[in-house]
């Protein structure tokens, strides 16, 4: 359990706070949706509203992370978030294809929803169209992922949020903010097993220190691709969500935790860690939880 | 040397190890004749083409890979598969006009790309995903007449023991310093 000389930025999206000192608030948890097949909005929104109320139990802010795989989605997603959502809940979109990636800035526009929305993500790959459509509709808050192909370590991560690894121009923080995003996350690239993926949490306190931004990853993605966890299909999901314990105790902020139908058993794995590290960091650093942190549902 | 055939891992399946062809196997579901010496998936246009690389030039035997199914979109890695093969990777490691989203081959050597491509002859199958089709390709290159490429290449070998290297001593990383009570600074300050 860390705290950090560097000042740490806690940013605000519709009163959602994320980030600050470990054990000041409580680990942000993104749900996915619409990961697979056919969007079906009426289970979605049973999810949704089962996400929500496990984040008013345990204290921990739910972010929907909506998937949007094509272009005739955009419309129908963007509708759910509209008539689904409550009014003031913030949402993360989620983009692969960077065609898709510029309309739904445009539809985010149209529909007045930018304030709300956190762009999923910034990365090297990025293009002059996304570069351009992120100018003109600027999100209220983008997460950028630290994602070095040659160099997976910490290192590798900061390289990227540096000087682009000589991959793009200048580095990914400097591209972020000449495009107008003043709310900045870092993910630090979980990958598959095998690929370093204990750097993705080491990294965590190193980038916190280095920049005092809010970081945290999709720890996830690694237990997704497991061929290994094949031979112990029942714990799956124990393990999947157990995992993310890992990013609050090295001083993240966030967990892209997959699917939104794991929740009943995220929420509070990651609340029942922020009450261990709140009370260490409250004894020994003197850091006060926020007054909606889990720690405070205690009593 | 079969048991030194495909050391980087990933998700696949190895087949008959003398076969002629592998199989690229994107957004389908398909089941390759065993006669074929490896199958599998392929999802991101970086690390997973390195991994198909690396594996396929293990193994001399191997001198077609059927890239197949739909692509991925957004990474389009079937198609920066096909690009690597034809026109290989410029002074930044890009691969030459590959449409993905970050096709870049970081982890792999010119040399590796080089036997890589000309080991390899790649026959695109993308936007196919008919059993037909893909068994008849399958069929017609396991059968030509065609000399395994000299000796395997390894591009990396697994480390076959476990080793311990405590040369490096710092707590978590170079870059900051952490006290008993878990205080973290930047190394130096």
Redesign the interface.
Known sequence: ??????EQEILEISDTKIGGQPGMYPTVLFGGMFFKGEPDYETAEKYLNNMLDLSKRTGNPAIPDLFI??EEYIEEITNFIERVLPENQPFSID????Q?KVRVLECLHEKNLLSRTIYNSI???ITDEEREALTKYTPEMAIIVA?N???KS??GK?EVLENGA??TDIGLLDISKNLGIKKILIDTAA??P??NTGAAI??I??I???YGLPTGCAIHNVVE?S?WLNDFESARKTVDASSNVNISLF?GDFAIFGPIGNADIVFPTVAWQDILISE?TEN??GISPDEYHPRRKLF | MKEDYYPW?G?FTACSPDGRVAVVLLNIEYTPPNTVAIYGSLKTE??GIEKIVANVISNPHIRYLIVCGDDI???RSGSSLVALQKNGIDE???IIDAP???P????LTMEAIGRFRNQIEIVDLLGIKDKGSIDKAVHDNTVKSVLPYGEPYIAIRIKPKTTVNLDDKRA?????V?NY??????RG?
């Open positions: 359990m860390f705290s950090f000389t560097k795989r094509k983009v692969t294809d960077p898709v990365h090297v790959g994602f192909p040659k160099d910490p290192d900061i000589h991959i990958l598959a095998g690929d080491a990294a306190p190193v916190k220190e280095e691709k061929k001083g260490y020994y650093f | 891992g998700e970086n690390i979109r957004g990474h930044q490691n890009k993905g989203a970050i870049y081959i970081e982890n978590l990383h170079s870059k900051i952490i009570m878990g205080k973290v600074e930047k300050e």
